[in-house]
Antibody
């Protein structure tokens, strides 16, 4: 049974750095073809893809946010960390992590999401 | 880069068929995926790689593609199908989500 759960601060001040952790179980990020991605959703708005890390440590970022994002994994601890620098109120959103397999291509398992508010 | 455009809203009578489109500029050989999201919940995958249903998704959900348009069809719509629906594809290894469609079952 695959599960993912996001954790991190609920309130961040503008210009600060956000660090989110995705803790997962039921799969290994050392298995060929597996990846974990991050997706966010501002209140009342559409989903936005942010980043993806693969089993082989290949990393992908949204072109519009690439300069602000860093994704890493700790395979032994079953977690993925996303950092986003220079936060702005427009970054207020629910942040989701999700599981991906090459054979499916889509995000087939999602965490519950965590709401991050950027405000002074 | 691909931008995926969906209708803002679709209404369907109970028991009838709803059709949600997802339009892009250059689908090529890219596969399209669809997610259902109910209020306050995480998205759920309902169609992957254009036409495939994950385990547990009713056969009433089907997908298709033609040219630069992907379509999600919900047959025999039920009240529980009322949700937001998003299409998604990978464009040169970066993810793109559609603008989202709110489906209302009347």
């Amino acid at each position: 049974q695959i599960t993912l759960k996001e954790s991190g601060p609920t309130l961040v001040k503008p210009t600060q750095t956000l660090t989110l952790t995705c803790t997962f179980s039921g799969f290994s990020l050392s298995t060929s073809g597996v990846g974990v991605g991050w997706i966010r959703q501002p209140p009342g708005k559409a989903l936005e893809w942010l980043s993806l890390i693969y089993w082989d440590d290949d990393k992908r970022y949204s072109p519009s946010l690439k300069s602000r994002l860093t994704i890493t994994k700790d395979t032994s601890k079953n977690l993925v960390v996303l950092t986003m620098t220079n936060l702005d109120p427009v970054d207020t959103a629910t942040y989701y992590c999700a599981h991906r397999r090459n054979i499916v291509e889509a995000f087939d398992y999602w965490g519950q999401g965590t709401l991050v508010t950027v405000s002074s | 880069s691909n931008e995926l455009t969906q209708p803002l809203s679709v209404s369907v009578a109970l028991g009838q068929t709803a059709t949600i489109t997802c339009g892009g500029s250059n689908f090529g050989t890219k596969n399209v995926h669809w997610y259902q999201q109910k209020p306050g919940q995480a998205p759920v995958l309902v169609i992957y790689k254009n036409i495939n249903r994950p385990s547990g998704i009713p056969e009433r959900f089907s997908g298709s593609t033609s040219g630069n348009t992907a379509t999600l069809t919900i047959s025999r719509a039920q009240a529980g199908d009322e949700a937001d629906y998003y299409c998604h594809l990978w464009d040169i290894s970066t993810g793109v989500f559609g603008t989202g469609t709110k489906v209302t079952v009347l």
